[in-house]
């Protein structure tokens, strides 16, 4: 209601132009313009894992989908100089103010593992898994803590490790330990040579000795 005090009156179209700005004064907040929502940018991942809206700043991992029994992790691509670990296949980055693509790579391995016992210093036999390509770079003996047996390297983290390996020309062992109170270590043996050196072919009974000489000091 406009309240006008003059003993005047207003003409009607004065009062009714007052009357609209005095509501428009009075019909506001006070609260001010509202924040902007933050801004997001979006990662995408072929072949692993890690879509998604982030915030710049925010740290984001990305996961390879490669098989844990027949595949082996490359190195990412696409924006992969953002990665922390871009070998990896598990890795993280920050996240950039701009979209992000990566494309996990990985190849096909297969692995069959032969079985065998030996007899070591210790005269009580033991179980090895191995695997020997015609030609290689090295062997690696797999071991692990007092109370484990052979099918250990067949489990969800030494399996890849052993595909990795292959891949990578190497041979893979792995026996059943003497009974220790201690833990056993991962070794690195280049009976079969070294990196940077000519493959050399090994076969199981030539890497039986090295396996009885090593199991000493188990």
Known sequence: MLNVQSSRLLPLSTALTVGALVLAACGGSGAG????????????V????????????????????????????????????????PGEWHTSFVMPDRDVTLLANSTTQTLTLSVATFTGVTSVPKTVRYHFPPVMRGVVLISHGTGGTSDFIQRTEPFPLALALVADGYASSRRKPRKSS?????????????????????????????????????
Not at 52 to 80: E, I, L, M, N
Not at 185 to 212: D, E, K, M, N
């Open 182 to 218: 201690r833990v056993t270590r991962t070794a690195t043996a280049s009976y079969a040579g070294a990196p940077g050196r000519p493959p050399t072919t090994l076969t199981w009974a030539t890497c039986r000795r090295c396996l009885r000489t090593s199991s000493a000091g188990d």
């Open 46 to 85: 072929t072949g692993g894992y890690g879509s998604g809206s982030y915030r710049p700043g925010t740290t984001v991992h990305v996961w390879s989908a490669v098989s844990t029994t027949s595949g082996v992790a490359g190195r990412w691509s696409g924006d992969a100089t953002l990665l922390v670990e």
């Open 33 to 44: 313009p509202s924040a902007a929502p933050p801004i997001e940018r979006t990662v995408t």
